[in-house]
């Protein structure tokens, strides 16, 4: 799919759950991962719209739309299909940016659709478009340490020593996203997904 083909605006969304307590928590990947792009795209999150935090610029030309939703992560839905009918954008053009406990720590997954998996905000988004054919970006948590529950496991905070290493995933996270609103999804995915397994 080539850049001449995808609608701008593109909607970036990043899961998560608000609050100061939250913020280094392994279910907010997604915040961490969309405040780090704000952050190198010079733009803050400032304004509240449809149920979330809401910013927009130029990512390499390309008009942006960076939105955390505040509804908390089981009523993600809420906020990304009022924004999705707000800028009247088709599914090719949105990103979700998520946690993914099936994932080994660090690693990024990009697909063009697919089911929740058990993640609850993108069971909420699924049912809130009405289709599950839209892009999203895993960000690698791993599974809890022997029987700890899954459910609390995502909401402990990241390591000090797991959030620095995490800095070097957020970036080759960036980068995917780069790729995804300048070439398309298919470089993105390229770039992303180990080779051997492109799904």
């Given at each position: 799919m080539s850049s001449q083909a995808i609608p701008s605006p593109f909607l970036i969304v990043g899961l998560g759950n608000p609050g100061r307590k939250y913020?280094?928590?392994?279910?907010n990947a997604g915040f961490l991962l969309l405040n780090a792009l704000a952050k190198e795209m010079g733009i803050t999150?400032?304004?509240?719209?449809?149920?979330?935090?809401v910013t927009h610029g130029l990512l390499e030309g390309q008009k942006v739309i960076l939105a955390k939703p505040q509804t908390?992560?089981?009523?993600s839905g809420e906020a990304v299909g009022a924004l999705m009918k707000f800028y009247k954008l088709p599914p090719e053009a949105l990103l979700v940016v998520y946690d993914d406990v099936d994932l080994p720590f660090g690693a990024?997954?990009?697909?063009?659709k697919g089911g929740a998996g058990g993640h609850k905000g993108m069971a909420s988004i699924i049912q809130h478009l009405g289709t599950?054919?839209?892009?999203?970006?895993?960000?690698?948590?791993?599974r809890p340490p022997g029987r700890t529950d899954a459910a609390a496991y995502v909401l402990q905070d990241f390591s000090a020593d797991e959030l620095e290493a995490l800095s070097e995933t957020l970036g080759r996270g960036i980068q995917a996203i780069h790729l995804f609103v300048t070439q398309g999804?298919?470089?993105?995915?390229?770039?992303?997904?180990?080779?051997?397994n492109n799904w």
């Open positions: 913020q280094n928590t392994r279910h999150f400032s304004r509240l719209q449809s149920k979330a935090l908390y992560m089981n009523l990024l997954r990009m697909r063009p599950q054919n839209f892009p999203r970006l895993r960000i690698g948590i791993d999804l298919d470089a993105a995915m390229n770039y992303v997904n180990p080779q051997e």
